[in-house]
């Protein structure tokens, strides 16, 4: 029953002293094997509720060690106008309604780290960069910290011994995640467009799980002094199954001759 779901869900909780010992000896994960953490992770991500996972992780001082560039996304605030919290409670918030709409774990680990730049972009918003500055190979690079996304969420899924296969799809995400919400502001025939040209880039299934986390994201603002979209995410999303049906005959995967055949 739904009432019985609702309070054991509830009362689940750490003794004190369990809760206590960890936070005291929160140290001792660096001992564990990257095997066993990265298993762990990877288990939660997948059938569970990353969402209390990683508040958790938070209060056992944990975060910090397992996930370093997320936990210091933790009171660093956003632009008021387009974020009622800061960026660490904006990814939980993403996170969360991630889960209601997409299961594949390595799209959730990338809502997870999708943000991660905010950290250092902001800090360089604060230094009043010059227009003459924002030319400079390095500074330009610094300044549109989109950049350094993914090399952030690279190290640490590196250090959590993810395979090169995972890791390369989690940045893939980070990379493009920024693209079905900048399609918003294009004229119908340009966003038609850009749109056949994301598909050809990313292919239907990372672009299906793109649309999810753009979809999240924006539900992830609660600002009410600026409209989700999401609508028209959704528009975007079944345009793009209506684009790959008429227009696509078939994908990689698709094929019948493989490495092995040739």
Request: proline share 5%.
């Given at each position: 029953?739904?009432?019985a779901?609702?309070?054991?869900t509830?009362?689940f909780?750490?003794?004190?002293e369990t809760?206590?010992?960890?936070?005291?000896?929160y140290?001792l994960v660096?001992?564990?094997?990257?095997?066993?953490?990265?298993?762990?992770i990877?288990k939660?991500f997948?059938?569970?509720?990353?969402?209390?996972?990683?508040a958790?992780l938070?209060?056992?001082?944990?975060?910090?060690?397992?996930?370093?560039?997320f936990?210091?996304?933790y009171?660093v605030?956003?632009?008021?106008r387009?974020?009622?919290?800061?960026?660490?409670?904006?990814?939980?918030?993403?996170?969360?309604?991630?889960?209601?709409i997409n299961?594949d774990y390595l799209?959730?680990?990338?809502?997870l780290?999708?943000?991660?730049?905010?950290?250092?972009?902001y800090?360089?918003?604060?230094?009043?960069?010059t227009k003459?500055?924002?030319k400079l190979p390095?500074t330009?690079?610094?300044?549109?910290?989109?950049?350094?996304?993914p090399e952030?969420?690279?190290?640490d899924?590196?250090a959590?011994?993810?395979?090169?296969?995972e890791?390369?799809?989690?940045?893939?995400y980070?990379k493009?995640?920024h693209?079905?919400g900048?399609?918003?502001?294009?004229?119908?025939?340009?966003?038609t467009?850009?749109?056949?040209q994301?598909?050809?880039?990313?292919?239907p299934?990372?672009?299906?799980?793109?649309?999810?986390?753009?979809?999240?994201d924006r539900?992830?603002?609660y600002?009410?002094?600026q409209?989700a979209?999401?609508?028209?995410?959704?528009h975007m999303?079944?345009?793009v199954?209506?684009?790959y049906?008429?227009e696509?005959?078939?994908?990689?995967?698709?094929?019948?001759?493989?490495g092995?055949t040739?």
């Amino acid at each position: 029953p739904h009432e019985a779901i609702q309070h054991h869900t509830a009362s689940f909780d750490f003794s004190a002293e369990t809760r206590h010992s960890m936070k005291k000896n929160y140290y001792l994960v660096s001992y564990i094997a990257k095997e066993r953490i990265k298993d762990e992770i990877t288990k939660i991500f997948k059938k569970w509720n990353p969402f209390g996972y990683i508040a958790l992780l938070q209060e056992l001082n944990l975060l910090k060690i397992l996930f370093p560039a997320f936990a210091a996304t933790y009171n660093v605030p956003q632009p008021v106008r387009y974020h009622a919290f800061d960026v660490y409670a904006h990814t939980l918030l993403t996170l969360h309604k991630l889960c209601l709409i997409n299961t594949d774990y390595l799209v959730r680990l990338a809502m997870l780290y999708h943000d991660v730049g905010k950290t250092d972009q902001y800090y360089y918003f604060s230094q009043h960069i010059t227009k003459e500055e924002k030319k400079l190979p390095i500074t330009h690079q610094m300044y549109h910290a989109q950049a350094l996304w993914p090399e952030l969420a690279q190290k640490d899924f590196r250090a959590l011994w993810f395979s090169n296969n995972e890791i390369e799809t989690i940045c893939r995400y980070i990379k493009y995640h920024h693209r079905p919400g900048e399609l918003l502001d294009a004229t119908p025939e340009i966003r038609t467009k850009k749109l056949r040209q994301l598909l050809s880039e990313v292919g239907p299934d990372m672009l299906y799980n793109l649309m999810d986390i753009a979809i999240a994201d924006r539900h992830g603002q609660y600002n009410p002094l600026q409209p989700a979209a999401v609508a028209q995410l959704e528009h975007m999303k079944q345009q793009v199954q209506t684009m790959y049906a008429e227009e696509w005959r078939f994908i990689l995967k698709d094929l019948a001759v493989n490495g092995d055949t040739l």
